[in-house]
């Protein structure tokens, strides 16, 4: 249900129209998000790698930002997906290169 201040925003900037799917501009934020918790977690998984065997502290570190960096990812993804939708909008998993 619109208040009057939705109506407000949406009178003033067509793009602010909300929808049970939020606005576009919503969409792309969240797809953006997206792709920095991936980026993110490549990064955290290629500094496991180099600390694996070496460092226990510093292997923990990287195993807690992966696992943060997993959930923020999933829980965007969630967000993305329409109502009912179970599949991922985009595969959650990237190797480090
Ligand atoms: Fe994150």
């Not at 969240?30 to 990064?43: C, D, I, Q």
């Not at 290629?46 to 997993?70: T, W």
Request: hydrophobic share 40%.
């Amino acid at each position: 249900m619109a208040t009057a201040g939705t109506a407000d925003r949406a009178e003033r900037n067509p793009d602010r129209r909300g929808s049970a799917e939020g606005t576009l501009r919503d969409q792309e934020i969240m797809h953006e998000s997206l792709e920095s918790e991936a980026k993110a977690l490549v990064l955290y998984r290629e500094l496991l790698k180099c600390v694996e065997g070496r460092s226990v502290i510093l292997e923990e570190y990287a195993r807690n930002m992966v696992y943060a960096e997993e959930l923020h990812a999933s829980e965007v993804d969630k967000m993305l997906r329409r109502p009912g939708e179970v599949a991922a909008v985009r595969p959650a998993q990237q190797s480090a290169a």
